[in-house]
């Protein structure tokens, strides 16, 4: 399970690189707790600038905490040292970013191996089992070989979904997801984020889209660096 408890997170924005200018502290998150189990579909809505990736990137173990604490399973996150952090990250989370990067030397189906082999040690298998599935699922077989400087919006969009989701991992973490993708797109997201989650994923999404966020098992909404309703 992820356990977030009481979690603080400051940003410390503007400031000159030699002192100049005055800088601002913005508090991101003002305490926020919740409980992710291993086979729940958890959804936050809310407007922008609540916080939302920001709760992400703290669970992805990618920020530092003013206060609070974070557990991955019987791992204390936020106590854990960089290189603890990114084997946590590796091998727990599917994560899709809100903006994310591939590598650009490398072709998109080179970019998913990477991301298996970081959380597997190896190429077996189960990796060419979930590249099948994952590029009928996402209709994405003609991209596996191009490169990601190449592609639309939305295709480096449905990469990052598979990137995250080829290692099969116990939880998936996804900052708005369909974003960027034409409604056949999201449609096909939704089914497999449903599929994964019947599958006994933990999931959290983070979404502007209620439709999207109308398969969740539990919807919160975030104001202001908190958790402010239960809306499901
Ligand atoms: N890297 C950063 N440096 C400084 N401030 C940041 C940074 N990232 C976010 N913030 C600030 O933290 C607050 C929360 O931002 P966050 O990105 O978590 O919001 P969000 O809910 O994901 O919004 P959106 O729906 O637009 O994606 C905002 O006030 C934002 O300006
Ligand atoms: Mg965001």
């Known amino acids: 399970m992820i356990r977030i408890i009481d979690v603080h997170i400051d940003y410390e924005q503007g400031g000159g690189a030699f002192g100049s200018g005055a800088s601002e502290i913005v508090h991101a998150l003002k305490g926020v707790t919740l409980d992710i189990n291993n086979n729940d579909y958890v959804a936050i809505v809310g407007p922008s600038g609540s916080g939302k990736s920001t709760l992400i990137t703290a669970i992805a173990g990618l920020i530092g905490l003013v206060k609070g604490d974070i557990f991955v399973d019987k791992y204390k996150l936020t106590r854990a040292g960089r290189g603890r952090q990114a084997k946590i990250r590796a ?5 899709i970013f809100q903006f994310s990067e591939m590598l650009g030397r490398f072709t998109v189906e080179e970019n998913l191996r990477f991301a298996y082999v970081a959380a597997h040690g190896a190429i077996d298998e189960g990796y060419h089992t979930r590249l099948k599935y994952l590029a009928e699922m996402l209709d994405m077989f003609p991209l596996l070989t191009s490169y990601p400087g190449k592609l639309s919006g939305g295709q480096l ?3 990052a979904i598979a990137r995250a989701l080829v290692k099969d991992s116990a939880f998936i973490l996804a900052d708005e997801p369909s974003g960027d993708l034409d409604p056949e797109s999201v449609a096909r997201v939704k089914k ?3 599929e994964e989650h019947e599958r006994g994923k933990g999931i959290l999404l983070v979404t502007h889209d209620n439709k999207l966020a109308s ?3 539990s919807v919160f909404e975030m104001r ?3 958790i402010s309703s239960h809306l499901k």
């Open 192 to 194: 497999l984020l449903r």
């Open 215 to 217: 398969d969740a098992t």
């Open 91 to 95: 091998k727990y989370f599917g994560i």
């Open 224 to 226: 202001g660096g908190k």
């Open 157 to 159: 969009q449905k990469t």
